[in-house]
């Protein structure tokens, strides 16, 4: 029914939980972990023992970059190949959560595959000129821009920042390495520029969270599409381009009357900052609330008690209970 790809690269002892919590023998699991930093997977290695889980590891991975792109279509077109039986490809990070029962997820998505519904969300972005963004990095060498742990992001000398907005991250050039953990932000060269202009004109560029479900039809059409590779090809040195891929291919091809923004994940980006929230006890009345079928982001080292409870949660829920229409609280 569900092929499920889950991406980690730590807290395997949570990771676990959200296997466990989500495994049914009719469903695929493919749990791809970023290596670079070599970490301790003993936690979820005896997964591996059952035949529809399979455990790949990545060490050529750093956030913002290509890789995690890349690992998700490899995800996508290897689930194709290892099981014939799902029917929606679901991503999920390792700290994810499922907010309702198995069954009631089954149910849902089930509802959803009479329409082949694709749930995404998918946003158009307003054009910007390069020349109207300020410079981030002014200095002759590179910089050291941020510090996520797994990967330290430096900007090169005449570097705008692509966090300006969404259209801003078509207007750098990233590089990775992967197995060191670091990824380098420079400005779009002239060339690639115009190329990206002329191609965004043509097809527009959209963006959204890079958390779906997508029907297996849609990722078939897409594994045989010459289309998906340009698209590719154009991406993947943009500013973290899996938050843009799917969302820009599914809304340039036919498939784009069958999304449904309301991608089944309760996520909370609470003002100032925006930045997604660590769920935490008190955010228990929203969540028990939520019709979402899944939420992120879940840190057992800021608090395991909300992970055990909803964890614990979801199994007490009413067997034969009709699925909520799915909906979503942030993007």
């Not at 301790?40 to 997964?47: G, K, L």
């Not at 690992?71 to 490809?89: F, M, Q, V």
Request: charge should be negative.
């Amino acid at each position: 029914m569900i092929g499920y790809h889950i991406l980690c690269h730590g807290n395997f002892k949570q990771v676990a939980q959200l296997i466990e919590s989500l495994y049914h023998e009719d469903d695929f699991f493919l749990i791809d972990i970023d290596d670079g930093k070599r970490p301790d997977t003993a936690e979820i290695e005896h997964f591996a023992s059952r035949s529809n889980v399979h455990i790949h590891r990545d060490s050529n991975i750093g956030w913002g970059a290509g890789g995690t792109l890349r690992k998700t279509i490899k995800g996508a077109l290897a689930l194709l190949e290892l099981d014939a039986r799902w029917e929606y490809y679901v991503v999920l990070s390792g700290q994810d959560l499922p907010l309702k029962s198995n069954e009631h997820i089954k149910r849902s998505l089930r509802e959803g595959s009479k329409e082949r519904t694709n749930y995404i969300r998918a946003c158009g972005t307003e054009v910007i000129d390069l020349a109207s963004l300020p410079i981030n990095n002014k200095g002759r060498k590179c910089m050291m821009w941020g510090d996520r742990g797994h990967t330290k992001i430096f900007a090169k000398p005449g570097a705008i920042d692509p966090q300006t907005s969404m259209y801003a991250r078509t207007l750098v050039e990233v590089s990775e390495i992967g197995e060191k953990g670091e990824v380098y932000v420079g400005t779009v060269d002239p060339l690639l520029h115009r190329r990206r202009t002329g191609f965004f004109a043509q097809y527009p560029f959209h963006a959204g969270a890079n958390w779906f479900n997508l029907h297996r039809e849609f990722i078939e059409y897409m594994a045989n599409d010459p289309f998906a590779y340009e698209l590719y090809d154009v991406l993947r040195t943009t500013f973290i381009p899996d938050e843009s891929y799917f969302q820009t291919y599914i809304m340039n091809s036919p498939f784009r009357d069958t999304v449904s923004p309301h991608y089944g994940r309760l996520i909370l980006r609470p003002p100032p900052t925006g930045k997604v929230k660590v769920f935490d006890m008190g955010d228990w009345p929203v969540i028990e609330s939520a019709p979402e079928l899944y939420g992120r982001k879940f840190d057992a080292q800021t608090d395991q008690q909300i992970i055990d409870l909803v964890l614990k949660s979801r199994l007490e829920q009413t067997p034969g209970q009709q699925p909520a229409k799915v909906g979503t609280h942030a993007a």
